[in-house]
């Protein structure tokens, strides 16, 4: 099992990835541990429970440890009443463009208004190709991370 994850996050210029999108999710996930070298995640997506940790990322933000376990839905529901303050909600939207698939994450609630897209990748520099609706590049940009947008939501900018 591989345990690298390697992804560049981009800001989204405008909603054109709905009509190009194959799939979408609504994601309610907290935090059990949000410290900058480990992140511990809760997250029920549709009606399905994980739990992910994820270690520090490397100098450019674009790779890091992560570790994801399925498990049942009510376990995750009380995780999540114990996480800390901040819980993350948004609808994740699916869009395959070539060979890869850009996950773009529409948040509600204290963060309605931000709109990112992920794209994992094989390796740092893997070619890829770049929608008209993709902004500019904040892969690195700690203030975009999920853990820190349930400390500082986007409403606080």
């Not at 935090?31 to 990322?57: D, F, M």
Request: hydrophobic share 30%.
């Amino acid at each position: 099992m591989n345990y690298k994850e390697i992804e560049r996050k981009f800001l989204v210029n405008n909603l054109d990835f709905i009509k190009e999108s194959f799939d979408n999710n609504r994601i309610e996930q907290g935090y059990l541990n949000s410290h900058k070298q480990r992140a511990v995640r809760v997250r029920i997506k549709n009606e399905q429970g994980y739990l992910t940790i994820k270690g520090e990322s490397n100098q450019a933000g674009t790779t890091r440890f992560e570790w994801e376990k399925e498990i049942p839905v009510s376990e995750a529901t009380q995780l999540l009443g114990i996480c800390e303050s901040g819980v993350i909600r948004k609808t994740r939207y699916l869009v395959k463009n070539n060979q890869h698939t850009y996950e773009v994450d529409v948040f509600d609630g204290d963060n309605k208004g931000l709109i990112v897209a992920e794209i994992e990748l094989s390796s740092e520099n893997e070619i890829f190709t770049k929608p008209s609706w993709l902004g500019d590049e904040v892969t690195g940009q700690v203030k975009y991370y999920n853990s820190q947008l349930s400390k500082n939501p986007f409403k606080n900018w």
